[in-house]
T-cell receptor, first 116, second 118 residues
Framework: AQKITQTQPGMFVQEKEAVTLDCTYD???????LFWYKQPSSGEMIFLIY??????QNATEGRYSLNFQKARKSANLVISASQLGDSAMYFC?????????????FGKGTRLHILP | EPEVTQTPSHQVTQMGQEVILRCVPI?????FYWYRQILGQKVEFLVS????????KSEIFDDQFSVERPDGSNFTLKIRSTKLEDSAMYFC????????????????FGSGTRLTVV
């Protein structure tokens, strides 16, 4: 079974509009962390935002916010006022458990296209 | 901002050749990882490494792969006899394991090495 599910393989959004990228996760651990990464065409993995399972407030970083709904096991990324430079692949990822060497598990990604 | 550094950024190698991908993790980090991303696909975990030992490895990480921390700063991934299907982007990552940063542990990715096997 998929641990991280991103149901939108691709999205097209008009510049300046807000974007929501969906992510649901599956874990039985109480302690886990959720990440969003941006991967432009150059290939590097750019960290955007992080949410810990015990964090009560939704994480925000500039134009990025994470809509964390723990009961629904959902961690959607919201990008406000999208820009052309936001066009990229976006990955939702999870690190579960308390072990210090636990790996990160990635979803399949959503390719976001911002239209001028 | 501390960085994980990977070299080279792009490597082309002949099928059957050995290749070594290099990473310099963040200096106070203790846990090291390699991931692989075949073009257009998701990022997959290969191996985690701590205290000079492999902590966990995936089914992808077969006998063709090995990892090493040859000195206090480098962390390497060796592929002994490359195959065409090893062509991918390889990401190194490190984390500090510090309880103050739990559960993120300061997890940081490098910018990747694009390996092309011809």
């Amino acid at each position: 079974a998929q641990k991280i599910t991103q149901t939108q393989p691709g999205m097209f959004v008009q510049e300046k509009e807000a974007v929501t990228l969906d992510c649901t996760y599956d874990t039985s651990d109480q302690s886990y962390g959720l990440f969003w990464y941006k991967q432009p065409s150059s290939g590097e993995m750019i960290f955007l935002i992080y949410q810990g399972s015990y964090d009560e407030q939704n994480a925000t970083e500039g134009r990025y916010s994470l809509n964390f709904q723990k009961a629904r096991k959902s961690a959607n990324l919201v990008i406000s006022a999208s820009q052309l430079g936001d066009s990229a692949m976006y990955f939702c990822a999870m690190r579960e458990g308390r072990n210090r060497d636990d790996k990160i598990i990635f979803g399949k990604g959503t390719r976001l296209h911002i239209l001028p | 901002e501390p960085e994980v550094t990977q070299t080279p950024s792009h490597q082309v190698t002949q099928m059957g050749q050995e290749v070594i991908l290099r990473c310099v993790p963040i200096s106070n980090h203790l846990y090291f990882y390699w991931y692989r991303q075949i073009l257009g696909q998701k990022v997959e975990f290969l191996v985690s490494f701590y205290n000079n030992e492999i902590s966990e490895k995936s089914e992808i990480f077969d006998d063709q792969f090995s990892v090493e921390r040859p000195d206090g700063s480098n962390f390497t991934l060796k592929i002994r006899s490359t195959k065409l299907e090893d062509s991918a982007m390889y990401f190194c990552a490190s984390s500090d394991g510090d309880t103050n940063t739990f559960p993120n542990y300061g997890y940081t990715f490098g910018s990747g090495t694009r390996l092309t096997v011809v």
